[in-house]
Antibody, heavy 121, light 107 residues
Framework: EVQLVESGGGLVQPGRSLRLSCVAS????????MTWVRQAPGKGLEWVSG????????KYADSVKGRFTISRDNSKNMVHLQLNSLRAEDTAEFYC??????????????WGQGTMVIVSS | EIVLTQSPDFQSVTPKEKVTITCRAS??????LHWYQQKPDQSPKLLIK???QSISGVPSRFSGSGSGTDFTLTINSLEAEDAAAYYC?????????FGQGTRLEIK
């Protein structure tokens, strides 16, 4: 069974950092691009960042570029998102998402249950 | 950035009705347009990929069509379990973008 399980969310003060993790199972992890998508409370979906299967290529939304860093460890079937300089507007559910191929530009066929990040003083 | 505009934002429908949700892109995305369903307190689920390709396990009443800038998600013979938010998503170019969502309420 394909499964994605996120962790690392929580309550954090503005300007501080947080590291989100996602462990994958049930598929050949290194063969697929992985993505983080977020959803602010009561709002729609926003693409945050993506990483290729090898980890050699990454992409970021302008809203997080320079503050967030995506990485992956294929030996552990994990993908991470380092969140720095957090702002109130980063408050959201963060979903770990699997693409349908090794490329970035693809549909998302598996979503984790999400991990909530709340940025507040 | 490619902006995706869905219509309507909200629709209240009765069971067995046929529902059509549209997604218009600000520039051509070819067929790199996908549809998701998100039920309350759940993660999104892929319904249709590449405008019209069906997904294993998704009921056949869900179908998609379109190319370029205009796309449609059709739900034939709506069921009560279809109450959800629906989102389109383009993977043609970065940044990847989603439509604002369409919320379906079942009367």
């Amino acid at each position: 069974e394909v499964q994605l399980v996120e962790s690392g969310g929580g309550l954090v003060q503005p300007g501080r950092s947080l590291r989100l993790s996602c462990v994958a199972s049930g598929f050949a992890f290194s063969s697929y691009a992985m993505t983080w998508v977020r959803q602010a409370p009561g709002k729609g979906l926003e693409w945050v960042s993506g990483i290729s299967g090898s980890g050699g290529s990454t992409k970021y939304a302008d809203s997080v570029k320079g503050r967030f860093t995506i990485s992956r460890d294929n030996s552990k079937n994990m993908v991470h998102l380092q969140l720095n300089s957090l702002r109130a507007e980063d408050t959201a559910e963060f979903y770990c998402v699997k693409g349908t191929t090794s490329g970035f530009n693809d549909a998302f066929d598996m979503w984790g249950q999400g991990t909530m990040v709340i940025v507040s003083s | 950035e490619i902006v995706l505009t869905q219509s309507p934002d909200f629709q209240s429908v009765t069971p067995k009705e046929k529902v059509t949700i549209t997604c218009r892109a600000s520039q051509s995305v070819g067929t790199s347009l996908h549809w998701y369903q998100q039920k309350p307190d759940q993660s999104p689920k892929l319904l249709i990929k590449y405008a019209s390709q069906s997904i294993s396990g998704v009921p056949s009443r869900f179908s998609g069509s379109g190319s370029g800038t205009d796309f449609t998600l059709t739900i034939n013979s709506l069921e009560a379990e279809d109450a959800a938010a629906y989102y389109c998503h383009q993977s043609s170019s970065f940044p990847i973008t989603f439509g604002q969502g369409t919320r379906l309420e079942i009367k």
